[in-house]
């Protein structure tokens, strides 16, 4: 077995913190011993004080199995969040986003018989959220749903749901994206031709306009696509009533009239006692990648059939699976207690040069069906996380390292480890289906490791 003897400074600090002082005076003798051997069994926790069989050991040569899953959809009802837009590589694939919506039933004013139409937009404001490349123009254009939007039994859309649409787009709008920006935020997209039909019914007095329900018919909602093959971005938009809406703008016909004249009718994006009916579609392609091995949803591929990695990416469902199948042999021949476990992965070099690894990772439970469960949990009840580590010098150190010592103590429990068990590694709860941010995890050897600090007796 493989011991360590080098490790950061901050993560000792931490470790100390959490240990009693009988432990911590016996790590103080066994850092002595270590800078100056190499070998477990060269040193005896206080062989020249008293006569003891205590050792601390610290190993991490147990067999870390990845393997990766896509799940079998992802529930995007209600997010808040708008994602638009295409990106494609050679690694993932290429993917779609588009978002649906239906807009609520307004309060139409008066318009006066001398009223004229001056222009229609839909209003959408950015969220800050982006994936890929936004120094390339970007088009966005918005289609009328030839269907109503209905809820799946359970109350619920998913990434996988879609309605009938239009072919033929009510307006486009082509530029360069400023996601990021804090002034530029707003995106316009032209619909005059609609808006001059809808100013007209209410001009009217239309029995279209006249109830909810015969308005709801007449305009079933509205899908935000990005077809263009040259966009290779992601862009996100905030999707609520206040910032996803249809402006149409009219004045009185006056001999003269100037900016101050100008009125509006505003129909925002619908938030109603049924719940949002706002939701996120993806399609993805992984043609030519790794990944096209996948035929159906919840299937397992070990990494070793996925070109030695494992993969990791939120809207899409695509999320790592790990085992410890050697975990139960360490401990057959000698008895033990478990002072600190670490799991540690690290990105592929040079896949993250152009696009941000996740910040923070989570940890899930799954079962025998690859399916997602709920947040694992730490000794204190908080969910167990890991926050990026960068080596922004050399490239050689960068990970995510999480504090699993409540999983395998709880494993290791009754003495027997049932090496089907596993766990997933996810982006947060609220970013796995608000976000297409991903990660391509090494799973060599070097790259991935249960490191176990415990002391053996």
């Known amino acids: 077995m493989k011991v360590l003897f080098r490790d950061k400074i901050r993560k000792k600090t931490s470790f100390f913190m959490g240990i009693p002082v009988f432990y911590f005076f016996i790590?103080?003798?066994?850092?002595?011993?270590?800078?100056?051997?190499?070998?477990?069994?060269?040193?005896?926790?206080?062989?020249?004080?008293?006569?003891?069989?205590?050792?601390?050991?610290?190993i991490d040569t147990f067999s870390v199995d990845i393997s990766t899953i896509l799940l079998d959809s992802m529930q995007t009802t209600g997010s808040g969040l708008a994602l638009v837009g295409n990106y494609k590589d050679n690694?993932?694939?290429?993917?779609?986003?588009?978002?649906?919506?239906?807009?609520?039933?307004?309060?139409?004013?008066?318009?006066?018989?001398?009223?004229?139409?001056?222009?229609?937009?839909?209003?959408?404001?950015?969220?800050?959220y982006y994936f890929g490349d936004t120094t390339k123009l970007f088009t966005i254009?918005?289609?009328?749903?030839?269907?109503?939007?209905?809820?799946?039994?359970?109350?619920?859309?998913?990434?996988?749901?879609?309605?009938?649409?239009?072919?033929?787009?009510?307006?486009?709008?082509?530029?360069?994206?400023?996601?990021?920006?804090?002034?530029?935020?707003?995106?316009?997209?032209?619909?005059?031709?609609?808006?001059?039909?809808?100013?007209?019914?209410?001009?009217?007095?239309?029995?279209?306009?006249?109830?909810?329900?015969?308005?709801d018919d007449y305009i079933k909602g509205f899908v935000i696509t990005s077809d263009n093959p040259g966009n290779n971005a992601i862009l996100g938009f905030t999707a609520d009533a206040s910032n996803l809406l249809l402006k149409i703008y009219y004045h009185d016909d006056k001999e003269t009239h100037d900016?101050?004249?100008?009125?509006?009718?505003?129909?925002?994006?619908?938030?109603?006692?049924?719940?949002?009916?706002?939701?996120?579609?993806?399609?993805?392609?992984?043609?030519?990648?790794?990944?096209?091995?996948?035929?159906?949803?919840?299937?397992k591929f070990g990494s070793t059939e996925l070109g030695n990695k494992a993969y990791l990416q939120g809207l899409i469902g695509l999320m790592p699976r790990i085992q410890f199948p050697t975990l139960q042999g360490i401990f057959l021949n000698e008895r033990w207690k478990i002072l600190k476990a670490e799991l540690v992965i690290e990105p592929v070099k040079n896949s993250y040069d152009h696009i941000d690894l996740p910040a923070d990772l989570y940890l899930y439970s799954t079962d025998v069906e690859n399916s997602l469960g709920s947040a694992l949990k730490d000794g204190s009840n908080t969910a167990i996380s890991s926050t990026l580590v960068t080596d922004d010098l050399y490239n050689e150190d960068t990970r995510y390292t999480f504090d699993i010592t409540s999983y395998i103590i709880n494993e290791l429990s009754d003495s027997y480890v049932n090496y089907k068990n596993s766990f997933l590694i996810g982006l947060q709860s609220g970013k796995i289906s608000t976000t297409v941010d991903r990660l391509l995890i090494d799973t060599k050897r070097t790259s991935k490791k249960l490191r176990l600090y415990y002391l053996s007796y």
């Open 141 to 215: 254009s918005i289609h009328q749903l030839e269907e109503e939007i209905t809820l799946d039994d359970n109350g619920y859309l998913y990434n996988v749901s879609k309605f009938d649409y239009s072919p033929k787009a009510l307006g486009s709008r082509t530029f360069f994206p400023t996601p990021y920006s804090k002034e530029d935020t707003i995106v316009y997209i032209p619909v005059n031709e609609f808006g001059e039909n809808i100013f007209n019914l209410v001009k009217d007095n239309n029995v279209v306009i006249s109830s909810d329900d015969l308005f």
């Open 27 to 58: 790590l103080a003798i066994a850092t002595i011993y270590f800078s100056s051997c190499t070998k477990i069994n060269d040193f005896k926790i206080g062989e020249d004080f008293i006569e003891s069989q205590t050792d601390l050991k610290i």
């Open 259 to 299: 900016k101050n004249d100008e009125e509006e009718i505003s129909i925002t994006m619908g938030e109603t006692s049924r719940g949002s009916y706002q939701f996120n579609h993806i399609d993805y392609d992984f043609t030519g990648t790794y990944l096209e091995k996948f035929d159906q949803y919840n299937e």
């Open 91 to 128: 690694v993932f694939g290429s993917m779609n986003c588009m978002s649906y919506f239906e807009v609520a039933y307004p309060s139409f004013p008066d318009i006066e018989d001398r009223a004229i139409f001056d222009s229609a937009v839909f209003v959408l404001d950015y969220s800050g």
